[in-house]
């Protein structure tokens, strides 16, 4: 194997790839990153942690077909360091060359056969088309929900829920939960789930694609989703389990309506926060009453007092929240006002758009000592 390629091209082919292997593992090869030369001067590299593959395609030089793994960590050192020139990698018995500019290294690479085969049997695959744009920007807004203790089982993950004409996200920690929907034409009803973790590093590499109008195309087959970009494969393994009928804790009814200025009231939220994490509970009191809500946090170094101008219709609640968690939900929300809605003080609030059901954000609020 022989091949030739601009050190800045494969160094970010390298740094997407790498994403997917793992340091925590006792088998050698998922430590390594295969590198796989075809007859159409096609550079293949492909990583694996057995439950997130990445492959990524890119032309090269001066090729000779061949494949070998290097160690990821040691490879990708040594090319990030070399000049933005032509990097030439030739292996030979099991050996690697690499040359470039006045630099030369020669690493022990490891066999090409007993590298993990990534691409899933494409048999009975249901394929879903994205927009690049939505998904990034739904992942983004329910992604920071997901339960982050591995030990939470399916609630580290995001709900995906194909219905006939809408696609849901849904991520939820014992804490809070939220939903981001987008109209959607769906051939078959199914629900999967991906962990957060994934999909926040899938969101990470499409932005980093060129193509602004790329479709992003998704095939589900035995266990795990495919992510196709042009040239970039992502497979994943499903998160299996049931996940909890989110839509029978969403209220039916509310008993105050409050329409209000996003950023006034994040901005509020986040000043009264400066008090609430110097008392280590991240506890912020909203008292809502007439055409205003009234924050206020206190702690042993003192108290704040912020005033957001409000709309309200129905009753006056005071009610307490952990700053974190309505802060975490408001800066995902592009929308100039929003709508809260609540029943009492021990009753969730529930964060809508004005007009439509785009998103949903649930918070549980936290007991208010007397």
Do not use: H, W
């Not at 088998?27 to 590299?45: A, C, F, N, Q, Y």
């Not at 360091?81 to 690479?109: A, Q």
């Not at 089982?153 to 939220?178: K, P, Q, S, W």
Request: charged share 30%; glycine share 4%.
């Amino acid at each position: 194997m022989k091949f030739s390629c601009r050190q800045q091209i494969l160094t970010k082919a390298l740094n997407i790839v790498s994403k997917a292997v793992t340091i925590r593992t006792t088998i050698p090869i998922l430590k390594g990153i295969l590198l796989k030369v075809d007859e159409e001067g096609t550079l293949t590299m492909s990583a694996s942690d057995l439950d997130l593959s990445i492959e990524k395609k890119i032309k090269v030089e001066n090729y000779e077909p061949g494949a070998i793994v290097v160690l990821s960590k040691l490879f990708g050192d040594i090319i990030r360091k070399l000049p933005d020139e032509i990097i030439t990698i030739e292996e030979s018995d099991g050996k690697v060359n690499i040359k470039c500019s006045n630099s030369e290294f020669n690493i022990i690479g490891l066999s090409a056969d007993e590298f993990p085969n990534i691409n899933p049997k494409e048999e009975n695959e249901e394929r879903i088309l994205f927009n690049k744009e939505i998904l990034t920007d739904m992942i983004r807004k329910t992604s920071f929900a997901a339960s982050i203790d591995e030990n939470k089982g399916v609630i580290t993950g995001i709900l995906i829920e194909m219905e006939e004409n809408c696609l849901n996200m849904v991520a939820v920690d014992g804490f809070r939960m939220a939903i981001a929907r987008e109209a959607m034409k769906n051939k078959e009803r199914e629900n999967i789930i991906i962990s957060a973790k994934i999909l926040n590093e899938i969101s990470r590499i499409i932005s980093d694609s060129e193509d602004e109008n790329e479709d992003i195309e998704m095939l589900l087959n035995d266990k795990k989703a495919l992510f196709v970009m042009e040239d970039t494969k992502i497979v994943l393994r499903l998160l299996e389990g049931k996940f909890m009928d989110y839509k029978r804790i969403l209220p039916s009814e509310n008993s105050c309506r409050v329409v209000l200025n996003k950023n006034d009231f994040m901005n509020s939220v986040e000043r009264a926060s400066l008090l609430a994490k110097v008392g280590k509970n991240n506890l912020v009191k909203l008292e809502i009453k007439d055409a205003c809500i009234e924050i206020t946090s206190k702690s042993e170094e003192g108290n704040v007092k912020e005033n957001v101008i409000v709309t309200k219709e129905g009753e006056d609640v005071t009610i307490g929240f952990n700053s974190k968690y309505l802060l975490d939900a408001l800066k995902v929300i592009d929308d100039d006002n929003i709508v809260l809605l609540f029943n009492n003080s021990v009753s969730p609030c529930l964060i809508q758009p004005i007009s439509g059901n785009s998103y949903e954000y649930l918070i549980l609020p936290v007991r208010l000592g007397q």
